[in-house]
């Protein structure tokens, strides 16, 4: 798909199949990919006005007259403006207008080309959603892009309340169709909402119906806050419907039998077995790149769940929005009498699969040589160590990946900053919780993280419910993990910030306070007492060596493949 004419004809299906079959255009020659497209899909009737000032108001009273959402389409520039009036009128009004303005390519704005303004924003505050397409819409992404946007500005026409939406549309030259015959094109995908909430009983029958032709459903949770009365609606539902539930431990979903916590070994070599006809999911997005890939390698739909109706298209296979919480959406489900079900050997082919990835990386861990310098190895110790009601916070880079590895006790609360996922303020954040939040707080994170925010050393010191371990690889250990930077000869002086300090320096506690460790018998001894809620503030330095741990890495990889 690389003619603009291509794309706009897909823009153009998705309308008439997201109910709109009215369009008002007014005459120009950037809009013509436009204007053309929605004259040639069968279901659009369209009709040309001159005037776009008038056009606006046309579109607005077919719109209230039918209460259809109706289409509107000009060319680039003030032709823009003259939209204004009634695209305010219809924000106020409640009247739903899909506003496709044609635009000049971005790197031609304000280099005095002709009917060239600033389009994108141009009606807000007076508008419900606003986007610009891609210009190129050549690669996957872009095209994914393209149509994602397209089913957002659709679905915003009448959801979460009706009113006006506006697509700008940037085209270069040529941008006029050559004539070359019909032209093969697949069917755009649709995006479809359904409203959840209250009236989630009143649409369960659909629901129902769809479900009941899936065999293999997998549940992935999403990043986000703990929730005991969805963890409890979600584990009954998967008992009862033999669902796998997937999730990182950023999910905070609990535990109980269903519960799969190995995705990111069994994504480095996927298994057919483990192929799902649907996705269910929730929550802010997914943490390993591995498990993230082999979700958008699935070929079958997903629905997200969201009250508020965001569509979040992680896996770039979205294909139904359901305006419930989770926790409404599990409770009904499981509550229904006669509910579709998942198969129960789906469910056991997961459990299989993750049974082997723990005898394998105990295997792997068991054989480390010099355990101390291994991060996993210290992290599943950890992990093990810790006791009901402990908050454990991940610092970014790689401690919450090496926690995702491992199972994770009953009762441990996990905080991250993956809202976007920098190494900046991690330590003040688990402060912040210490000083809320009356229960142990384990920190755990890597040298430079520690570096980059030491403020709260300076100015608060730190409370008795606040453990700190420092993972010291001596500065920057992921980028010898990723492809890329340890295949470059810059590598230490580019991307690793290579040091041999030690962080305890920078820690205004008592030496009791302040630990490091030379043997695996101490490490075995201090990692009890470190998650224990003694009331006194500790930090743990453990030097380690990026290379041990990429041989993990490696080793895993082999023996899962």
Excluded at 166 to 178: D, G, I, S, T
Excluded at 379 to 408: E, K, Y
Aim: glycine share 8%.
């Amino acid at each position: 798909m690389s003619e603009p004419i291509d794309r706009c004809l897909d823009l153009a299906e998705l309308c008439v199949r997201h109910g709109i079959s009215q369009a008002v255009l007014s005459p120009g020659s950037r809009n013509a990919p436009l204007s053309l497209a929605f004259s040639r899909t069968a279901g659009i009737q369209t009709r040309m006005v001159l005037d776009e000032r008038s056009a606006g108001f046309l579109a607005l009273g077919l719109a209230q007259a039918t209460g259809q959402p109706v289409a509107l389409i000009c060319t680039s520039g003030t032709a823009v403006l003259n939209y204004a009036p009634a695209v305010t009128e219809a924000y106020y009004a409640r009247t739903p207008l899909l506003v496709l303005t044609a635009d000049r390519p971005p790197e031609w704005i304000d280099q005095r080309d002709g009917q060239s303004i600033h389009q994108d924003r141009v009606y807000e505050p007076h508008i419900r959603f606003e986007a610009t397409l891609p210009t190129a819409g050549s690669s996957p992404d872009e095209r994914w892009h393209w149509n994602r946007l397209c089913n957002e500005a659709l679905l915003r026409l009448t959801h979460p309340v009706s009113g006006p939406v506006h697509l700008n549309v940037p085209f270069r030259e040529p941008f006029y169709p050559k004539l070359s015959g019909p032209r093969s094109r697949s069917a755009p995908r649709k995006i479809d909402w359904i409203s959840g909430g209250r009236d989630l009983a009143s649409v369960w029958p659909e629901v129902g119906e769809r479900l009941r032709k899936r065999q293999r459903i997998l549940v992935v949770g999403g990043w986000g806050e703990p929730d005991g009365e969805r963890n409890r609606a979600l584990a009954r539902c998967a008992g009862i419907r033999h669902l796998p539930v997937v999730g990182d431990h950023i999910a905070n979903l609990g535990q109980f039998p269903e519960r799969i916590w190995a995705q990111d070994t069994l994504a480095l070599s996927p298994r057919k077995e483990l192929e799902p006809d649907l996705i269910i999911t929730w929550g802010r997005g997914m943490l390993s790149r591995p498990w993230k890939t082999w979700l958008r390698q699935r070929q079958c739909p997903v629905w997200y769940l969201d009250p508020a109706g965001e569509i979040l298209d992680t896996t770039q296979r979205l294909e139904t929005v359901i305006g419930c919480t989770p926790t409404e959406f599990f409770r009904t489900w499981a509550g229904e009498p006669d509910a579709p079900e998942s198969a129960p050997d789906y469910l056991d082919k997961w459990q299989a699969a993750q049974e082997k990835v723990q005898e394998f990386q105990s295997r792997i861990l068991a054989q480390t040589q010099a355990p101390l310098q291994s991060e996993p190895w210290i992290i599943a110790r950890l992990l093990q160590a810790l006791s009901r009601d402990t908050v454990l916070h991940l610092g970014n880079s790689m401690p919450v990946r090496w926690a995702n590895f491992f199972p994770l006790p009953e009762g441990v609360e996990v905080r991250s900053n993956r809202g976007t996922s920098g190494i900046d303020g991690i330590l003040s954040t688990a402060l912040g919780h210490a000083w809320g939040d009356p229960r142990l707080q384990i920190l755990v994170l890597g040298d430079l993280s520690l570096a980059y925010d030491c403020a709260p050393f300076l100015n608060q010191g730190l409370p008795g419910n606040l453990h700190i371990l420092v993972l010291n690889n001596g500065g920057g250990g992921i980028f010898g993990l990723i492809d890329g930077p340890a295949d470059q000869p810059e590598f230490d002086t580019v991307f690793r910030q290579v040091h041999e300090q030690s962080v305890l320096d920078r820690v205004p506690l008592p030496e009791g306070g302040k630990w490091q460790t030379s043997t695996v018998a101490e490490f075995d001894r201090q990692v009890h007492q470190f998650v224990r809620a003694d009331g006194v503030p500790r930090v743990w330095e453990l030097q380690t060596d990026w290379q041990v741990n990429k041989r993990f890495l490696t080793q895993l990889k082999e023996v899962s493949g």
